[in-house]
Nanobody
Framework: QVQLVESGGGSVQSGGSLRLSCAASGNTYGTYYLGWFRQAPGKEREGVAAITTEGRTSYADSVKGRFTISRDTAKNTLHLQMNSLKPEETAMYYC?????????????????????WGQGTQVNVSS
């Protein structure tokens, strides 16, 4: 089982930036990709970005060009650099790890492809 702890959330004005981090611990063997998801009040959880152990990435269309996902494999740490934030991106942001053993050339953004989840970190973007 993988344990995930997010940090770095907070409040920022529209157009601002935040950098989220996620520390992974436990049995990460066979975990080939990690991802970031978000859930706004009253909305479904959605995939934001994902990255494989080889560094291949996927992004939701809405964040391409503004968000950057990265990982430090040696430190088991995942990051999400978010620039040009918009008020509608106010949400709880979650870090997630892959279903063990599953591996794709391009990391998925489907909830069903992820098994372990962090508790989330809140991001508030004001206009």
């Amino acid at each position: 089982q993988v344990q995930l702890v997010e940090s770095g959330g907070g409040s920022v004005q529209s157009g601002g930036s935040l950098r989220l981090s996620c520390a992974a611990s436990g049995n990460t063997y066979g975990t080939y990709y990690l991802g970031w998801f978000r859930q706004a009040p009253g909305k479904e959880r959605e995939g934001v970005a994902a990255i494989t152990t080889e560094g291949r990435t996927s992004y939701a269309d809405s964040v391409k060009g503004r968000f950057t996902i990265s990982r430090d494999t040696a430190k088991n740490t995942l990051h999400l650099q978010m620039n040009s934030l918009k008020p509608e991106e106010t949400a709880m942001y979650y870090c997630a790890s892959a279903v063990p053993g599953r591996n794709y050339y391009t990391p998925p953004l489907r909830i069903a492809e992820f098994k372990s989840w962090g508790q989330g970190t809140q991001v508030n973007v004001s206009s």
